[in-house]
Structure formats: C-alpha cells, structure tokens
C-alpha cells in the first residue's frame, strides 16, 4: 500500500565548517509517484552514509558535480521495487542498489539501478560494508596501490571505521605486521581482541606520537583515511620504498583550508610515494573482488560491524557520526524495515 506522503531530506546550505542544524531540510511531499515507461518505483530500505557526502556539499572542482542548493542530498542506497513501468527490466520485489539520495522513495529510469546479487549466507547489509563500497575500497587500496607484501609493516588510520577495519583485516591475511590507529580505547580494544591487529594506538592519547615511535618505528604501507597531522607525522616514519594509499583525509573534510603537510621531503630521501585513489576506477572489478571477500565472510576469517540508525529523519545529525568517531564499523540508515522476500 502506498502511503498519502512521504519524507525526503535536501541540501539547504554549503556549512563552511561543521554541519549544523540548518544545512539540511526536511520535507514532507505527497505521494504522487507512477513509474513510467522503463522505469521503476522504488521503497529505500537502507541509505549508506558516507564521509563523501561532505565533499559533495561543497562547491568545488571533484570527480562528481556538487549537490544543488535545494536538491534531495545524494546518497547510495538499496531499496525494493514497488512498481514497473512498461518495458522494465526489472521485477516487482526485486532488491535494487542506486545513487537513490536521501528520500523515502523515487522513481528512477532502469539505467541508474542495479539488481543486487545477493549470494546464499550475506546479508543485505554486507553489500554496504565489505562487499560495497567500502570493502571494494579497502580490498583495492591496500591490493592495487598499497601492494602489500607480507612481513611488511602496515599502519592503518580510521582503522575502527568501515573500510580501516577491513583493510587491517586484510592486511593480517596477506601476513603483514598490523598497527591501527582509531580514537578510543574501546575501538582500540575492539581492533586487536576482535580483528587480531597487532597493536592499536588511540590518535587523542597525548602520548600518541611516542607510542607510535615505540611500537611501529618505521613502516612500509601507510594506508591513510584521516590525512592532516598523522600523515603529515607519518611521513617522518617511512621505511625506504614505502607507500601511502592515500585513501581519504577526513580530518580536513570540514575545513575550508587544511594546514597543510611539512614532512613531505621525506618522501625524496625514502624513495617513498603517496598515491590517490578512487574505487570507483576498479569498478570492471568489484565481481572479482565480491567473490574472494564474500568466501572471507563465509568462513568467518572476515568480521563486520555496522552502526545502524533508524529512520530517514534522523540522517541529517548522524552524518556528524563519522566526523566524531561516533561509529564503529559501517554507518548506515535503516529507512525502512527489510521486506519479507530477503
Ligand atoms: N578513495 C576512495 O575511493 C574512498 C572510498 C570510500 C571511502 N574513502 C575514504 O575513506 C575514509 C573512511 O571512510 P569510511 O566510509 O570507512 O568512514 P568510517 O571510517 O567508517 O568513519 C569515519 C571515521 O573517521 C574517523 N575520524 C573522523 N575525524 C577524524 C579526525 N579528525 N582524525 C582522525 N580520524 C577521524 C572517526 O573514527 P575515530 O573514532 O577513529 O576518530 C570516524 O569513525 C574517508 O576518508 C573516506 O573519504 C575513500
């Protein structure tokens, strides 16, 4: 039964620093939605929340076009097909995955859903953390760029947040030496007794920087997600030939002007290199990926953790989530309870 209205959220102003109260709009509109011809009616069960969002709120120069003032705020999400329109290659009840954006339902031509391929023994879930974007991120990242090897040194920072916690888990697969770096003791504690990383170092402890001259030394793979001042540290621990995938920079992401990084020299006299990557380059890939990390989950030699929030309503304060440390594991939005066919 389709329901009279429905809620969407769009982007009201560009927060030059943290996102407030003000940056979003909720909006309750009539439900007037009919798929047309090669087009599908979508119910959102869950929307991913993602620290890229912020970057889409700004207008600037990046691989995307930024979200318009007054436009639903983007965002991946999964959802059920309610309707077909005619010549749709879709089914009603079929589970569909799409740039969908902040809102309770849509209608969307064919083109931009895809069908997801849920395997036997993976949740729905899964296909946000490991087998999505996050997963595929930390999966190409550490494989494609970091290539690490084993017995080398990996640090990882964010380490406790979607894609840090599997690329240290990845990392201990391919035989590496595992520092992570997340910022509480319950993460972590979380990272070494639950993930198996060798030794787990809090950002905020004033003894940081110490501890890490103590435990790690130098380090081959540097596997950022945080950028600022612990890469700009990092840089002064390379080992020769080192690698910083340079994955995400998150503790500039609500700045207008980042600081900057004076170490970087040291990556002359190391012969070291930091690279930018984007996963979405790998997407010819993301089956081959897919498989080796959904036999991961299945044997267990993989774990998942998802921060869940309930309800549409409440995505606009939990984006803050991911810029206070306030999740561990994946951050996603449950918009609506999962339909019986799952
Ligand atoms: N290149 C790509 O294609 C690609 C794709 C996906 C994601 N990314 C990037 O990967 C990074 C992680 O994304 P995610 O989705 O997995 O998010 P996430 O790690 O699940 O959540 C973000 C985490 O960042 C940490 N953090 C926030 N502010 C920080 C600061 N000032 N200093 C240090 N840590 C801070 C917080 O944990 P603490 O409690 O530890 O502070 C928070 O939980 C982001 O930078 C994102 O942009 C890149």
């Given at each position: 039964?389709?329901?009279?209205?429905?809620?969407?959220?769009?982007?009201?102003?560009?927060?030059?620093?943290?996102?407030?109260?003000?940056?979003?709009?909720?909006?309750?509109?009539?439900?007037?939605?009919?798929?047309?011809?090669?087009?599908?009616?979508?119910?959102?069960?869950?929307?991913?929340?993602?620290?890229?969002?912020?970057?889409?709120?700004?207008?600037?120069?990046?691989?995307?076009?930024?979200?318009?003032?007054?436009?639903?705020?983007?965002?991946?999400?999964?959802?059920?097909?309610?309707?077909?329109?005619?010549?749709?290659?879709?089914?009603?009840?079929?589970?569909?995955?799409?740039?969908?954006?902040?809102?309770?339902?849509?209608?969307?031509?064919?083109?931009?859903?895809?069908?997801?391929?849920?395997?036997?023994?993976?949740?729905?879930?899964?296909?946000?953390?490991?087998?999505?974007?996050?997963?595929?991120?930390?999966?190409?990242?550490?494989?494609?760029?970091?290539?690490?090897?084993?017995?080398?040194t990996?640090v990882?920072s964010?380490?406790?947040?979607?894609?840090?916690?599997?690329?240290?888990?990845?990392?201990?697969?391919?035989?590496?030496?595992?520092f992570a770096i997340?910022?509480?003791?319950?993460?972590?504690?979380?990272?070494?007794?639950?993930?198996?990383?060798?030794k787990a170092l809090n950002y905020?402890s004033?003894e940081f920087y110490n501890d890490f001259k103590k435990a790690v030394g130098y380090f081959?793979?540097y596997?950022?997600?945080?950028?600022?001042?612990i890469?700009?540290f990092a840089?002064t621990r390379?080992?020769?030939?080192?690698?910083?995938?340079?994955?995400?920079?998150?503790?500039?992401?609500?700045?207008?002007?980042?600081?900057?990084?004076?170490?970087?020299?040291?990556?002359?006299?190391?012969?070291?290199?930091?690279?930018?990557?984007?996963?979405?380059?790998?997407?010819?890939?993301?089956?081959?990926?897919?498989?080796?990390?959904?036999?991961?989950?299945?044997?267990?030699?993989?774990?998942?953790?998802?921060?869940?929030?309930?309800?549409?309503?409440?995505?606009?304060?939990?984006?803050?989530?991911?810029?206070?440390?306030?999740?561990?594991?994946?951050?996603?939005?449950?918009?609506?309870?999962?339909?019986?066919?799952?």
């Amino acid at each position: 039964m389709a329901p009279s209205t429905y809620l969407q959220v769009t982007l009201q102003e560009r927060p030059p620093a943290d996102i407030t109260p003000t940056t979003f709009k909720q909006e309750i509109v009539p439900f007037s939605l009919k798929a047309g011809t090669g087009q599908i009616l979508v119910k959102i069960l869950y929307l991913s929340l993602d620290p890229a969002l912020r970057g889409a709120m700004k207008d600037q120069r990046s691989y995307m076009p930024p979200v318009k003032l007054g436009a639903v705020m983007r965002g991946t999400a999964f959802g059920e097909v309610m309707e077909t329109g005619q010549g749709s290659k879709f089914e009603v009840g079929d589970i569909v995955e799409g740039a969908f954006g902040w809102r309770e339902y849509g209608v969307f031509d064919d083109k931009f859903a895809t069908k997801l391929d849920l395997r036997p023994g993976m949740d729905i879930l899964d296909y946000m953390g490991p087998l999505g974007t996050t997963g595929l991120t930390a999966y190409f990242g550490l494989l494609d760029v970091g290539k690490l090897k084993a017995g080398e040194t990996l640090v990882v920072s964010g380490a406790a947040g979607a894609t840090g916690s599997v690329v240290c888990q990845i990392g201990k697969k391919l035989g590496a030496k595992v520092f992570a770096i997340a910022g509480s003791d319950d993460k972590c504690q979380w990272l070494e007794k639950d993930l198996g990383v060798d030794k787990a170092l809090n950002y905020k402890s004033p003894e940081f920087y110490n501890d890490f001259k103590k435990a790690v030394g130098y380090f081959d793979v540097y596997f950022d997600n945080v950028g600022g001042d612990i890469l700009n540290f990092a840089l002064t621990r390379l080992n020769k030939g080192a690698r910083i995938v340079f994955c995400g920079a998150i503790s500039d992401y609500n700045t207008t002007k980042p600081t900057g990084l004076t170490s970087y020299m040291n990556l002359i006299s190391q012969r070291a290199k930091i690279e930018g990557f984007l996963v979405l380059d790998y997407v010819n890939r993301f089956a081959e990926a897919r498989r080796e990390i959904s036999q991961w989950l299945k044997e267990g030699s993989i774990k998942r953790r998802f921060h869940v929030v309930q309800g549409l309503q409440n995505a606009p304060q939990s984006l803050n989530l991911l810029f206070n440390g306030g999740n561990t594991g994946k951050l996603v939005v449950q918009v609506a309870t999962t339909p019986t066919k799952l």
